[in-house]
């Protein structure tokens, strides 16, 4: 399975885009990016995930490079509630493997 | 739909005690998981199971066992709680689609501390 990096942490402006990060330069071509979320304690939320296309749901945007290396995590006018831990996560699609990192805890400031 | 329900929430164990934390899901989903979240870390794997019946052994399965005697239903037992199980435990459930298993959805956790 694919490593994947974040950063540790980021500050967001409330009703501006969150745009986050993450690197999985080694991942696989039959790799997915996944991406979860955890709200003080509580049980990771699934957001999204994709392959190799933009993809876009009523929650966030994806946005996966050409080389497929690296995404971005778009939440486009990002609230209070949105002040989270946030994981992205690679894995063939099919096996039962999540490798969960320590993630990028976003704050969203008033 | 509930979604991924466990009881109970909230635990304290002295040690060598034992106990069973129970997971549901009302979705029919095939997979169920159980993991464990030390503060500061992500998740990891303790078991899963791919159906009614069989279970398996996940990243750190030592001194838990599993059961999965109904589909809805996946059991997580610590027959002699040490210290160093102190931990979140949450479980979670994936459907199957064309014979892969998809996306897995999580329940709200079971803080157990061990004294």
């Known amino acids: 399975d694919a490593k994947t990096t974040q950063p540790t942490s980021m500050d967001c402006a409330e009703g501006r885009a969150a745009n986050l990060p993450c690197n999985h330069s080694?991942?696989?071509?039959?790799?997915?990016v996944y991406w979860y979320r955890q709200i003080h304690s509580q049980g990771p939320q699934y957001i999204i995930h994709?392959?190799?296309n933009n993809e876009t749901n009523e929650m966030a945007s994806l946005i996966i490079t050409e080389d497929r290396k690296s995404s971005t995590l778009i939440l486009p006018h990002a609230t209070l509630r949105d002040t989270a831990v946030y994981y992205c996560?690679?894995?063939?699609?099919?096996?039962?493997?999540?490798?969960f990192g320590t993630g990028t805890r976003l704050k969203v400031l008033a | 739909n509930a979604g991924v329900t466990q009881t109970p929430k909230f635990r304290v164990l002295k040690t060598g005690q034992s106990m069973t934390l129970l997971c549901a899901q009302d979705?029919?989903?095939?997979?169920m998981y159980w993991y464990r979240q030390d503060p500061g870390m992500g998740l990891r794997l303790i078991h899963y199971?791919?159906?009614?019946?069989?279970?398996a052994k996940g990243e750190v399965p030592d001194g838990y066992n599993v059961s999965r005697l109904k589909k809805q239903n996946f059991l997580l037992g610590l027959e002699s709680a040490a210290p160093s199980q102190t931990s979140v435990y949450f479980c979670?459930?994936?459907?199957?689609?064309?014979?892969?298993?998809?996306?897995?959805?999580f329940g709200p956790g079971t803080r157990l501390t061990v004294l």
């Open positions: 979670a459930s994936s459907y199957v689609i064309r014979g892969r298993t998809d996306t897995q959805y």
């Open positions: 080694t991942i696989s071509g039959n790799e997915y």
């Open positions: 994709g392959l190799k």
């Open positions: 996560i690679v894995r063939v699609l099919g096996t039962y493997k999540y490798i």
């Open positions: 979705m029919n989903h095939e997979y």
């Open positions: 199971s791919v159906g009614e019946g069989t279970t």
